[in-house]
């Protein structure tokens, strides 16, 4: 009988713990989606502020096949690698002539940090001359100017008829 109580006493106890920490937990679950909440409210502001102040940026996502609808340019790549420790960007562009005229394309390359700031560049000139229908692909490494992790890119692209109008 006394093992009896023991037990039940035992039982109950746990099972009072057992309320306690369940209780616990929910609240920290709903502490945790509560924050959750504000984290996506405030990343939601600020891609809102950064688009607002530079509209045309896009979202950089490495080793994904990103199509971009723009003149000459069938799609781009980028590429995060590390050597030693040290990380470096690269990019690969596909550029392609679906126009009746040869073109020589000129490809600027232009990376952005988290809050918009320009971190690198790259110029592609004048390298390769496409004729009607045809594709090449052009890539380099990125270099940094400021140490920064890219979040946004933008590219600007010109055929070499419309050089003169350039103004960079």
């Known amino acids: 009988m006394l093992i009896a109580m023991y037990l039940l006493f035992a039982y109950t106890r746990a099972n009072d713990e057992i ?38 940026l896009q979202e950089l996502e490495f080793d994904k096949i990103i199509n971009i609808p723009q003149r000459y340019i069938k799609n781009i790549v980028f590429t995060e690698t590390r050597l030693d420790g040290t990380k470096s960007y690269e990019y690969r562009i596909v550029a392609e002539n679906n126009e009746r005229q040869m073109v020589a394309p000129i490809i600027r390359v232009l990376l952005f940090d988290r809050s918009g700031v320009q971190i690198s560049s790259a110029v592609v000139e004048g390298n390769k001359i496409l004729r009607s229908g045809e594709s090449f692909t052009f890539h380099d490494q990125l270099d940094l100017f400021i140490d920064a992790v890219p979040v946004y890119f933008y590219i600007d692209i010109r055929g070499v008829d419309d050089k003169l109008k350039l103004n960079w």
């Open 19 to 56: 309320v306690t920490l369940r209780g616990q937990l929910d609240s920290k679950q709903a502490e945790l989606l509560k924050a959750n909440a504000s984290i996506q409210d405030i990343e939601a502001e600020f891609a809102a502020l950064v688009d607002g102040r530079l509209p045309h």
